[in-house]
């Protein structure tokens, strides 16, 4: 074909001249080689930053594939000991040796990496229920192998295991946070509430009053308790008469049922009531956890007022203060006057409110998220179903201040803000690196079909830069500059 565009150009036909087509030719040919030039550039240069991208970019294993530090169900033997027991020991001369039950849910986890920093020696026990996402749980675990505590895999049901556990360690206290939690799920599966919260609290108080020497104990109860009391702020001299949901009833049961073996045994025992915890590392069946997954993913918040149409709040806690109170109470609580299962003495009995003392409407804390998360929610307010739930909690905190030290100092947006980065950390890393990636490339080719090629090359080199942290920042940024709607809400979904 070139040689035939270099000839002369000459009649086929005698009598007819054909046109000189050669200037357009070439001229297709010019656009054409552009056009192929520019597609195999794009293409290629996509395909190294997918490739440096997936190469470089590792994804930690679920939490729930990760090698379990105890073969399979089993406990006991040489090996489990001495993982029990180094987790227990002391690193200073003046701490206590704490057993935590619940270790690996939301307060646990805290109050766990507390005690082991300052020095306490911590041992785990948890049962990794499924009442939410046990990857969460396993990634907790993690955290806490990291910092040195040692989580037993176990139940507070399990008569024999607590068994074994204080005849290898000789504890001063327990931390008791195991408990099935929630208001609402009460009503679909309620004998979940008494088989935890009553009938395991029962069990390791045996263990605790048979123990030698017998530990003090500090537990979770809860300003569920309080139920239907219109008095406010609550007090703990108040009425607890009045339960409105089944967990509250378990938590008021199990205030009880620490009264009797206080009285009976010599056990002191602490009972701190905790008002609505939140932050990082929480419960997803909370509403600020699930109002931050749902906002971000475009779906539409229910937002409950009560049945006269008022305010629905909430003395929303902090985790970091609430863990304060935790250590308070570990550090005043004197020692068990029992041994082996005898009383030689009255032993103390304490009740506190651990709350913040500022309660504020949940639209407040709505609004505060929408601000956080640069996304404005899609809000539906309905009235309060008839499920436990109250209208309202308000804690009055001078008890625990006086005999604490209590004081809480963060406010509910300074807590949100540390949440929704810890949020937006996690749930950018592990098992949902993929959405990332496919984020990133989302980008890219917006950028490649929208603008010049030149400007993409540009961006892609500064992007690449940093892509080891890419996905972080991309996600922040979308939040920063409100991008979710069109661009990452598809990728969350």
């Excluded at 902090?318 to 020692?335: E, F, N």
Aim: hydrophobic share 40%; with cysteine.
């Amino acid at each position: 074909m070139v040689q035939q565009l270099n000839e002369p150009t000459s009649p086929s036909t005698p009598g007819k001249l054909k046109p000189d087509k050669s200037h357009h030719i070439h001229h297709r040919f010019r656009i054409h080689s552009s056009h192929s030039r520019l597609t195999l550039f794009s293409s290629l240069f996509l395909a190294f930053i997918l490739l440096l991208f997936f190469l470089t970019f590792t994804p930690p294993p679920p939490p729930t594939t990760a090698p379990r530090r105890v073969l399979g169900d089993s406990w006991g033997g040489s090996q489990w000991e001495r993982l029990v027991s180094k987790s227990a020991r002391r690193s200073s001369a003046s701490g206590h040796t704490v057993l935590v039950t619940g270790a690996a849910g939301f307060v646990g986890t805290h109050v766990s990496l507390a005690l082991k920093r300052r020095g306490d020696g911590v041992l785990g026990l948890d049962n990794f229920n499924r009442y939410y996402d046990p990857n969460l749980k396993r990634a907790r675990q993690k955290l806490l192998e990291r910092a040195g505590v040692f989580v037993v895999d176990g139940d507070i049901n399990d008569a024999a295991l607590l068994k074994k556990l204080f005849d290898v360690v000789p504890f001063t206290h327990v931390m008791h946070l195991a408990a099935q939690a929630g208001v609402r799920y009460a009503m679909q599966n309620p004998g979940s509430y008494v088989h935890s919260n009553v009938a395991g609290f029962v069990n390791l108080l045996e263990a605790c009053k048979s123990a030698n020497p017998q530990p003090a104990i500090v537990w979770a109860s809860s300003s569920s308790v309080y139920g239907l009391n219109s008095k406010v702020p609550f007090s703990e001299k108040d009425r607890t008469d009045q339960p409105a949901s089944l967990y509250a009833a378990t938590k008021k049961a199990g205030e009880e049922i620490a009264h009797s073996y206080n009285h009976i045994y010599g056990l002191s025992i602490t009972a701190l009531r905790f008002f609505t915890v939140y932050g990082p590392w929480g419960r997803p069946d909370m509403a600020y956890f699930f109002f931050t997954k749902d906002i971000l993913k475009g779906k539409t918040i229910t937002v409950f007022e009560s049945p006269d149409g008022g305010t629905v709040s909430r003395d929303f806690t902090y985790i970091d203060d609430i863990v304060k109170g935790c250590l308070g109470a570990l550090d005043t609580a004197k020692k068990s006057t029992g041994s082996g299962g005898k009383k030689k003495g009255s032993a103390q009995f304490r009740v506190f409110n651990l709350g913040n003392t500022s309660p504020v409407p949940v639209s407040d804390l709505v609004a505060i998220l929408e601000r956080l998360l640069k996304v404005t929610a899609k809000k539906k307010v309905l009235p309060m179903p008839r499920n436990g739930d109250v209208k309202f909690t308000h804690a009055n905190i001078s008890l625990a201040h006086k005999d604490l030290g209590y004081r809480p100092t963060i406010d509910l947006e300074t807590g949100l803000r540390k949440f929704v980065k810890w949020y937006l950390e996690f749930y950018s890393s592990g098992s949902n690196y993929k959405k990332i990636n496919i984020c990133f490339v989302d980008i890219m080719l917006v950028l490649l079909l929208r603008y010049q090629f030149e400007v993409a090359i540009k961006c892609c080199s500064q992007i690449s830069k940093v892509y080891f942290n890419v996905g972080t920042k991309l996600l922040s940024s979308a939040c920063e500059r409100n991008l979710t709607g069109k661009l990452l809400q598809p990728i969350y979904r």
